[in-house]
């Protein structure tokens, strides 16, 4: 298992060559979360390469998510392109100098751009938000859902869903029981408990029909949003999989929930992707329990992290946002 940097760039050195990219490139060090990030600058272009953190992704998630990159782009959608390997294979396997082989793909670069902003500053409430900008985002991920849902998969999805039990399933969701970030006492655990009971049915009842349910992007933060000139672009697919296409929309206004422009956020996302899919009746009425589930599962990814720094902003700001979300809705659910 790699362990930092250095090592992970002589790895990511090892990976030119099988992509005939020269050796001689100029690798820059982007940044580290599932996977080392750098940018490569060659004669060829510049590119993202992703270094996989060991034992994360089997190889063929990586490839469902490659594949769904490739088809996205091909279909018009504004996401990095996959760059293929000399050979023609979606990504490579490269050894480090322990004999460890590793998984490292290639995407294209989005040039002159930056992204559209933090989740902490979305989260304080210092972000600047330009309703604009959210009626793109809103355009941009009804495209990808849209152009997701014509196509045919060959076999069923190998990667983790985002689905009521994917969220709210407990041990069995995705990233496990959000219960656990209550580790240490703090209030409101049982509020989520009822709230995830709830949830549970709420989403089975919304059900999983074509029109609300299929291949998304699952990770919508600012960070993920690039903006350029003109045009937008969506990157990090590395959480995508099936799931609630409203969960996307969730995901994108999550962080500005405190923020107090955050009705503009919603108004400008909904009407933005309006333009492209409809949003029904049941869509809207699932808006706050779908903000409720997006905010467990970032609990529940906090509480195998105990220690790290995204994870203490996540105990100490994002917890009792939950339980306020999760008390609000089980409190509706009582009155009804």
């Given at each position: 298992?790699?362990?930092?940097?250095?090592?992970?760039?002589?790895?990511?050195?090892?990976?030119?060559?099988?992509?005939?990219?020269?050796?001689?490139?100029?690798?820059?060090?982007?940044?580290?979360?599932?996977?080392?990030?750098?940018?490569?600058?060659?004669?060829?272009?510049?590119?993202?390469?992703?270094?996989?953190?060991?034992?994360?992704?089997?190889?063929?998630?990586?490839?469902?998510?490659?594949?769904?990159?490739?088809?996205?782009?091909?279909?018009?959608?504004?996401?990095?392109?996959?760059?293929?390997?000399?050979?023609?294979?979606?990504?490579?396997?490269?050894?480090?100098?322990?004999?460890?082989?590793?998984?490292?793909?290639?995407?294209?670069?989005?040039?002159?751009?930056?992204?559209?902003?933090?989740?902490?500053?979305?989260?304080?409430?210092?972000?600047?938000?330009?309703?604009?900008?959210?009626?793109?985002?809103?355009?941009?991920?009804?495209?990808?859902?849209?152009?997701?849902?014509?196509?045919?998969?060959?076999?069923?999805?190998?990667?983790?869903?985002?689905?009521?039990?994917?969220?709210?399933?407990?041990?069995?969701?995705?990233?496990?029981?959000?219960?656990?970030?209550?580790?240490?006492?703090?209030?409101?655990?049982?509020?989520?408990?009822?709230?995830?009971?709830?949830?549970?049915?709420?989403?089975?009842?919304?059900?999983?029909?074509?029109?609300?349910?299929?291949?998304?992007?699952?990770?919508?933060?600012?960070?993920?949003?690039?903006?350029?000139?003109?045009?937008?672009?969506?990157?990090?697919?590395?959480?995508?999989?099936?799931?609630?296409?409203?969960?996307?929309?969730?995901?994108?206004?999550?962080?500005?929930?405190?923020?107090?422009?955050?009705?503009?956020?919603?108004?400008?996302?909904?009407?933005?992707?309006?333009?492209?899919?409809?949003?029904?009746?049941?869509?809207?009425?699932?808006?706050?329990?779908?903000?409720?589930?997006?905010?467990?599962?970032?609990?529940?990814?906090?509480?195998?992290?105990?220690?790290?720094?995204?994870?203490?902003?996540?105990?100490?700001?994002?917890?009792?946002?939950?339980?306020?979300?999760?008390?609000?809705?089980?409190a509706s659910a009582v009155s009804q």
């Amino acid at each position: 298992m790699i362990t930092d940097v250095e090592t992970a760039q002589r790895v990511a050195v090892h990976a030119l060559a099988q992509y005939g990219i020269e050796q001689d490139a100029v690798l820059t060090f982007v940044k580290y979360r599932e996977n080392y990030v750098f940018k490569v600058e060659a004669e060829s272009g510049s590119y993202a390469l992703r270094l996989h953190r060991s034992g994360y992704r089997t190889d063929a998630e990586i490839l469902e998510e490659l594949d769904l990159l490739a088809a996205l782009a091909e279909g018009g959608v504004s996401v990095p392109r996959p760059r293929f390997t000399a050979k023609g294979e979606p990504f490579s396997r490269v050894a480090d100098e322990h004999g460890d082989v590793h998984q490292v793909d290639v995407l294209e670069w989005v040039a002159d751009a930056e992204p559209l902003g933090d989740v902490v500053s979305a989260f304080t409430g210092e972000a600047i938000v330009d309703p604009a900008d959210f009626h793109a985002l809103g355009v941009l991920i009804a495209e990808l859902h849209q152009k997701a849902s014509t196509l045919q998969r060959q076999t069923p999805s190998v990667r983790p869903a985002w689905d009521a039990a994917g969220v709210v399933g407990g041990a069995r969701a995705v990233w496990g029981d959000p219960r656990r970030a209550f580790h240490d006492g703090a209030a409101g655990r049982e509020t989520v408990d009822r709230a995830m009971a709830w949830l549970g049915t709420e989403l089975g009842v919304y059900g999983k029909a074509p029109d609300r349910y299929g291949q998304i992007h699952a990770d919508v933060t600012p960070e993920n949003v690039l903006v350029r000139v003109g045009r937008m672009t969506l990157i990090d697919f590395d959480d995508s999989g099936e799931g609630y296409y409203l969960f996307d929309l969730a995901t994108a206004a999550f962080f500005y929930l405190p923020h107090p422009r955050f009705d503009d956020v919603v108004s400008a996302l909904f009407a933005g992707y309006q333009t492209v899919r409809p949003l029904s009746a049941e869509d809207l009425k699932l808006w706050r329990p779908m903000l409720l589930a997006r905010g467990l599962t970032y609990l529940a990814w906090a509480a195998d992290r105990i220690g790290d720094e995204t994870s203490d902003f996540i105990f100490e700001h994002l917890r009792p946002l939950v339980v306020e979300l999760a008390a609000e809705l089980v409190a509706s659910a009582v009155s009804q």
